[in-house]
Structures are given as C-alpha cells and as structure tokens.
C-alpha cells in the first residue's frame, strides 16, 4: 500500500545482466511495485545487461518505468560498490543474471558492474539475493529478441556453477521468480 506520512521508502537496488530470460517480466514487476508500494527503484545493467535489453527493445519501457537507470561504464563506475557495502539499501536484488555473471560470481571474479557489486555488498557484510536465468535441469523456454520461443539447454557447467553459488557466504538463490515479489514485499513491510 502507497504511504501517507513520513515513511521512508524502500530503498531496492536492481541488477540486470545480459539474459533475455524473464526480462519482460521483470520490468512490469518494477511497474506493478511502484504503482502500489512505497519503493525506490534503481536499475543498474552490466555492458551487456544493456545490450540484451535494447536487443530485446525493451529499453524504452524500462527507461519509462524506472526513473533511475545506470549502465556500467567500468566496475567501479557508476560507484555503486561502496554504498551497497556500506548498506545503504534495503535490497540488493540482481535479476535475471546470466550464466556468465553466475560464473565470474562463483570464481570470485569482480569485473563488471554487477559482479563487482555482488563481491563488495558481502564483503560488507550485505545479503546479495540472486535469480540465475540458467538454472533449471530441464531446458529453459524463453524467446528471442523477435519474440520467437527458443529452447534453451541448461550445460553442466552451469548447473555446478548453480550449486556453488547456493553455498557461497552472504548470497541467496532465488529458485523461482514468483518468489521476487514475495521478497520484496516482505522487505518493504520490514521497512514500514
Ligand atoms: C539476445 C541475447 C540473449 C541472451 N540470453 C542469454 C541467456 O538467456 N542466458 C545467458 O546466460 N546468456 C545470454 N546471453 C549471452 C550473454 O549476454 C553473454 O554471455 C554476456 O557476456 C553476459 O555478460 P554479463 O554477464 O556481464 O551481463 C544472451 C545474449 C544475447 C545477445
């Protein structure tokens, strides 16, 4: 429920990577949160996190519905790596996030805008909470940029990389996306 008053919102840090895999879907989640809950949104994209996203041409309505929309031009810039080691959001959510990322992540590798992000938020001390787009036993259903479906195996590589990621310090594996708005409001119920 939208607020009335002096309460503060609900400070949630977004991280897109470069997967195409419920892309559409998660931006009219941001939609939906914002048009009815009390939450400040910023959105911050790998290189490629940016380019799937204009791929997609998506990149309109995620620039018309979040107001705060960063790209990664190094690790370090934009600066977003010290605020969430410092814990200056409420959540640090990263969805969808690529093989590639889950990859570096696990190898402990901080090279782009969302994996360095990733490494310093539990350096800090921070809970990172992680949906994987490559995840499933079973091949993944997604479509591509025409909107065509395209049938996606899921490798060992990736599957191992998964299990890694679920043992690692200070990180939470979302196994389905359904569970996001769950996390999310519990969190800005917490906040109220
Ligand atoms: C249109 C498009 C769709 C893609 N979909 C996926 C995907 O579903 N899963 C995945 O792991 N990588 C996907 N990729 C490949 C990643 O973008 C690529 O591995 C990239 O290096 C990821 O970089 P990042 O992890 O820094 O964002 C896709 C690439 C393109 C161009």
Do not use: H
């Not at 805008?113 to 079973?138: H, R, W």
Request: charged share 25%.
């Amino acid at each position: 429920m939208k607020k009335n008053g002096d309460q503060k919102d609900m400070k949630l840090i977004w991280g897109i990577t470069g997967t195409g895999y419920l892309m559409r879907e998660s931006i009219d989640l941001m939609k939906e949160l914002q048009d009815n809950y009390d939450i400040d949104i910023t959105v911050i994209l790998s290189k490629e996190g940016a380019a799937v996203v204009k791929w997609y041409k998506k990149w309109l309505l995620l620039t018309e519905t979040v107001k705060k929309v960063k790209v990664e031009k190094t690790p370090n810039i934009p600066f977003y790596a010290g605020p969430l080691q410092l814990g200056n959001y409420d959540l640090f959510l990263a969805c969808p996030v690529s093989a590639n990322s889950v990859a570096k992540i696990v190898c402990g590798i901080a090279d782009t805008l969302i994996t360095n992000c990733v490494a310093q938020a539990i350096k800090g001390g921070q809970t990172v909470y992680i949906f994987p787009s490559d995840q499933d036993t079973e091949p993944i259903v997604t479509s591509r940029p025409n909107g065509s479906t395209l049938v996606l195996k899921i490798r060992d590589i990736e599957l191992e990389n998964i299990k890694k990621l679920k043992q690692m310090e200070g990180i939470v594996v979302i196994s389905k996306f359904s569970e996001i708005k769950q996390l999310i409001l519990q969190k800005i119920k917490e906040k109220s």
